[in-house]
């Protein structure tokens, strides 16, 4: 089998607990600051009513159970020993301090190795944090803050109504990352207002920043959003996949090579989605990206040498 040129979260894992870990999808019931009111109520114009947790149970099914249910089907199916405890909807730190302390205490069961918490770079506070420390001193059970980000662009962020900028973003991982938690930035590197040059600095910043995981997804276009109507107005035009394919393996070469890459590609609920992927399988993409980069005989970081005073290096080699 061919060495993978990039660094794949599923041999991440597999290296450091020893075995597969299987992520439990957790539906708490939330909202998000973008969509209640608090910064406004459209939500970012590409998201859709279920936000992005099409594959988890009802919100109003206990967490612990929740938990239990899918462990059990998982477990049984994959003969699974070790999971991870996803809060994938939606923004799993719009709440006080002390409930989300108490949705992370019912994630505290055997086989949770670690709890993941899928969040907008300003919902978290300095007192969240200390919530998140306090239950992994107890427990021991690991916790990674998952950050929306899409893309460092911020008049791109703008036109996508996110609602912050670039600067909430920094400031969110460098106060996690004090706070001794690992991030997962999520990007979309396939925007229509963004280009080469945006999915190259995507991935100079996280480097840059020191974040310890990038999930990458496509843009689909979710039903019944503002992008769906820009989409049939025919005022935005999507990339082809093939120019997908060469801004990935663009921001995997200058991607720092200790970030693990959790996917290149996203899975779209059909039934929610106009076009998605360019209605082929996730897994068809993915596979066609790794072509282009054996072919091109390229690998994760073989452009990373851009920090440290890159310019001044030659003055200080012995
Ligand atoms: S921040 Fe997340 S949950 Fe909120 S509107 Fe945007 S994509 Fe949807």
Redesign the pocket.
């Known amino acids: 089998m061919l060495k993978s040129r990039y660094r794949v979260y599923s041999e991440y894992l597999r290296n450091k607990h020893g075995c597969k870990v299987y992520k439990l999808p957790v539906n708490l019931p939330v909202?998000?600051?973008?969509?209640d009111g608090e910064l406004g109520v459209g939500?970012?114009i590409?998201?859709g009513e279920s936000?992005?947790g099409f594959e988890a149970l009802p919100e109003m099914i206990p967490v612990k159970e929740q938990l239990e249910r899918n462990m059990e089907y998982i477990g049984k199916k994959y003969n699974a020993k070790k999971f991870i405890a996803y809060f994938q909807?939606?923004?799993n730190t719009y709440m006080p301090p002390e409930r989300f302390s108490h949705y992370l205490d019912q994630a505290c069961m055997p086989g949770i190795v670690e709890v993941y918490i899928s969040t907008?770079p300003d919902c978290i506070s300095d007192r969240h944090l200390a919530e998140a420390s306090d239950f992994v001193g107890r427990t021991g059970i690991e916790a990674t803050f998952e950050l929306?980000l899409q893309t460092v662009n911020y008049h791109t962020l703008s036109r996508l109504n996110?609602?912050h900028t670039l600067a909430e973003f920094i400031d969110s991982v460098l106060r996690v990352r004090n706070a001794g938690f690992g991030v997962c930035a999520h990007l979309i590197l396939d925007l229509p207002w963004d280009n080469m040059a945006d999915a190259v600095e995507n991935a100079k910043v996280l480097s840059a920043l020191g974040v310890q995981q990038v999930k990458l997804h496509s843009l689909y276009i979710v039903k019944g959003t503002l992008l769906a109507r820009l989409y049939n107005e025919k005022s935005i035009r999507l990339v082809s996949v093939e120019e997908y394919a060469r801004r990935v393996i663009a921001f995997l070469e200058h991607l720092s090579p200790d970030i693990v890459v959790q996917r290149l590609i996203g899975r779209a609920p059909e039934e929610e989605t106009i076009t998605a992927n360019w209605d082929t399988s996730w897994w068809k993409v993915k596979e066609y990206i790794e072509e282009q980069m054996e072919a091109l005989d390229t690998w994760q970081g073989k452009k990373f040498s851009y920090l440290g005073g890159k310019a001044v290096r030659k003055f200080c080699e012995e």
Do not use: E
């Not at 909202?31 to 969509?35: D, I, L, S, W």
């Open positions: 909202t998000c600051p973008n969509r939500g970012c590409f998201c936000g992005a909807n939606f923004s907008r929306g996110r609602g």
